[in-house]
T-cell receptor
Framework: DAKTTQPPSMDCAEGRAANLPCNHS???????VYWYRQIHSQGPQYIIH???NNETNEMASLIITEDRKSSTLILPHATLRDTAVYYC????????????FGDGTTLTVKP | EAQVTQNPRYLITVTGKKLTVTCSQNMNHEYMSWYRQDPGLGLRQIYYSMNVEVTDKGDVPEGYKVSRKEKRNFPLILESPSPNQTSLYFC???????????FGSGTRLTVV
């Protein structure tokens, strides 16, 4: 699975959009981009995933660049409860086999 | 409610005393996995299972064993725990084509 690079921390004002970047320059054509988040020491929570097209669900939007070497997770209206560590991972299949989580980005939403 | 259940949530044990952390899922998922989380090291995969009787090593398998005799259960076994296995452990399950892994609430293990 491709390695990902994320900034260690970011701040966002409450009510504003939070844009979390992820670099995955060595991604292969059949690898998906997944985003999870972890609040305090709870189990990580799935947010969204995509292959090449932009995706949107009730939690967030995922923008993948045309060359697929980077992506951005967008939380459109961040709330204090969105304060968490956000992980971007890349893997060849949806849920099978090896998967590696890096250190993620600690997002702090401020009032 | 669809969930992954880990037990116990907290455990303090002594070096060398065998222990098992149980993991059970009620979603009929084929895939299950164990992770450990340590400060500054992110989530590291210990073992994973593709289906019943099919398991394989993740990134940090040393000192751990797993078994998958039934689809719903994936216990993590520490035959002779050592202090460097003090960590927060997560079990997760998923299926092909699904949205992503569902994680358990975690087991905080301390080995003294």
């Amino acid at each position: 699975d491709a390695k990902t690079t994320q900034p260690p921390s970011m701040d966002c004002a409450e009510g504003r959009a939070a844009n979390l970047p992820c670099n995955h320059s060595t991604i292969s054509g059949n690898e998906y981009v997944y985003w999870y988040r972890q609040i305090h020491s709870q189990g990580p929570q799935y947010i969204i995933h995509g292959l090449k097209n932009n995706e949107t669900n009730e939690m967030a939007s995922l923008i993948i660049t045309e060359d697929r070497k980077s992506s951005t997770l967008i939380l459109p209206h961040a709330t204090l409860r969105d304060t968490a560590v956000y992980y971007c991972i890349v893997r060849v299949s949806t849920n099978a086999g090896k998967s590696t989580f890096g250190d993620g980005t600690t997002l702090t939403v401020k009032p | 409610e669809a969930q992954v259940t880990q037990n116990p949530r907290y455990l303090i044990t002594v070096t060398g005393k065998k222990l098992t952390v149980t993991c059970s899922q009620n979603m009929n998922h084929e895939y299950m996995s164990w992770y450990r989380q340590d400060p500054g090291l992110g989530l590291r995969q210990i073992y994973y299972s593709m289906n019943v009787e099919v398991t394989d090593k993740g990134d940090v398998p040393e000192g751990y064993k797993v078994s998958r005799k039934e689809k719903r259960n994936f216990p993590l076994i520490l035959e002779s725990p050592s202090p460097n296995q003090t960590s927060l452990y997560f079990c997760a399950s998923g299926r092909e084509g699904a949205r992503g892994y569902t994680f358990g609430s975690g087991t905080r293990l301390t080995v003294v």
